[in-house]
């Protein structure tokens, strides 16, 4: 099984930089690095360029103009490219656990997508890893809000695992899904512009589509660099888009990942 990782990003180099590193790190590496990239300056193409000089990580710099918050777009964009069976999805601003391909892999099932959680970083604690470069982290690390998501454990994750259909708790900062059953809902809806909901809206259709949610604990750890939260601004009109998935059952969007293959 080939497997694709897609990090979205803008504007955050210095993040980028650390989610990179963690990567390179990886007991299981991913077949390829694909960066959806939002519209970012110089910066960030400067650092996967030379990332990439130093890397033997097969990284693809996917970027779009900035015409403001369109991930839906981007992640559309990247994942047409990608030629993985495998999709893992993750933000700019994950550092990854060693073996946070390795679990994603080993929890991939026909018929499911995986929401994987995270564990929160303090402001403090994530300035101290970007000025010390710092990607390896533990259950007694300084400067973490939900110490229990710090745990890597094979048996307690056949324990507390779950197989069930709703829509708390998604995030595609850590999911992944078979390339396939997002090609068969047309990805991403494009219209999807500005904060929120877009995941939301994706999975709706996935689960209308007969593919189930599978929820991980105690495997695929990612540590979540501290940031201001986004302006909610989009959410009312992006409401409407969900909203709209749920009463009508709808299985497809029309503009969605079709437009890029």
């Known amino acids: 099984m080939r497997v694709s990782l897609i990090i979205t990003t803008y504007n955050r180099p210095d993040a980028l930089l650390l989610v990179l590193r963690s990567i390179r790190l990886q007991t299981l590496m991913p077949n390829e690095v694909i960066i959806a990239d939002d ?8 650092i996967i360029r030379d990332f990439q000089k130093i890397s033997d990580l097969n990284i693809i710099h996917s970027w779009q103009k900035d015409n403001g918050f369109r991930v839906a777009k981007s992640r559309n ?28 892999a080993n929890n991939a099932e026909l018929g499911y997508f995986v929401q994987g959680s995270r564990v929160l970083l303090t402001q403090s604690a994530t300035q101290d890893a970007l000025v ?3 990607v390896n982290f533990s259950p007694f690390s300084q400067g973490i809000q939900n110490r229990k998501n710090t745990i890597h ?3 307690l994750s056949k324990l507390f695992s779950k197989k ?12 992944a ?22 995941d939301s809206e994706f999975i709706v259709r996935l689960l209308n589509n007969g593919i189930n949610r599978k929820n991980i604990r105690f495997n695929a750890i990612q540590f979540h660099l501290w940031h201001n939260e986004n302006t909610r601004t989009s959410l009312k009109q992006n409401d409407i888009l969900l909203q709209d998935a749920i009463d009508n059952d709808l299985q497809w969007c029309d503009n969605g990942i079709n437009r890029y293959l």
């Open 153 to 155: 454990s094979n048996f």
């Open 164 to 175: 069930k259909n709703y829509l708390r708790g998604i995030k595609t900062c850590n999911m």
């Open 132 to 134: 010390e470069m710092r």
């Open 39 to 46: 519209g970012s300056s110089n910066d960030t193409k400067t």
């Open 77 to 104: 964009k990247a994942i047409a490219q990608s030629s993985g069976d495998y999709i893992i999805l993750i933000d700019g601003d994950m550092i990854l656990h060693p073996k946070f391909i390795e679990d994603h």
């Open 177 to 198: 899904f078979f390339k396939q059953d997002c090609i068969g809902v047309n990805g991403f809806n494009n219209d999807f512009e500005g904060w929120g909901r877009e």
